[in-house]
């Protein structure tokens, strides 16, 4: 065993010498073939590495919540007043509230949230409510529904022109539904938005950025229904589609 070990280390010191004798060369093209260099002084050695990685480009979508199913038998109480606060824009609570019958129009809706008026919770259809108990109906305490729905869309892009998130809605009948809404916020900052009463509708662009999305990127998406008594009974089924694609 002994006779073996000093054959070997005989056997790599005579290598060592060998090696030791020849002079640095010049660097090759990197075929990946492992490269060894050494200078005159036989002191160093260096090797080189060439790495290739290969980024397919991708688009990705995840939606936390795929169906949203709204009664009006039993609209979802909203869990408390609303006041819009422009130094926190949140949007509102999931549920349903009333706004006035003053509010007549989306357009409407906005100028009132603007000026600071209260959305009230209601858990009825048509939207009618004796918040103070008088037994009269006030005209602050009847008007439209709004019925709210929130969730979260994850977005990945590792596009260097940039990103663009698109939303198409279709669905059956194409109307009699009343008014439907949908909003993107990033940050509680808002992208995008629209308001339809008929379909299909879209796609339009509600959110977009240049280089890539910096990994998931979440974004709020809010929706809601209006139902001001202009919309018709009936069972509907709406379809929202978003994509994302690049600039």
Known sequence: MKKHILWLLALALATGVAMAQV??????????NVEELYDDNHDQAAVKEKVRVIIPPRYALHLTEDEWNLDLNTPP????D???DPSDPRPPAEGCYLVPKAVRTPADLIDYAL?????RPIGSYPAAKDYDGDGKL??????????????????FS????????SVQVTGTPSSGFGYFGLADLIDHVPMGGFATNSLPY??????????????WLD?????????DGSELDGSYTIDVTFTLAGM
């Open 219 to 227: 974004d709020l998406i809010v929706e809601a229904f209006w139902f």
């Open 115 to 119: 000026d600071g008026g209260v959305f």
């Open 77 to 80: 109480e909203a869990p408390s």
């Open 82 to 84: 609303y006041v819009f």
């Open 202 to 215: 879209g796609p339009v662009v509600v959110a977009s950025g240049t280089g890539p999305t910096g990994g």
């Open 158 to 165: 590792n596009d260097p022109e940039g990103w663009q998130l």
């Open 138 to 155: 006030e005209d602050d305490e009847k008007g439209t529904l709004i019925c709210v729905n929130q969730k979260v869309l994850q977005k």
């Open 23 to 32: 002079g640095f060369p010049s660097e090759g093209d990197l075929d990946g």
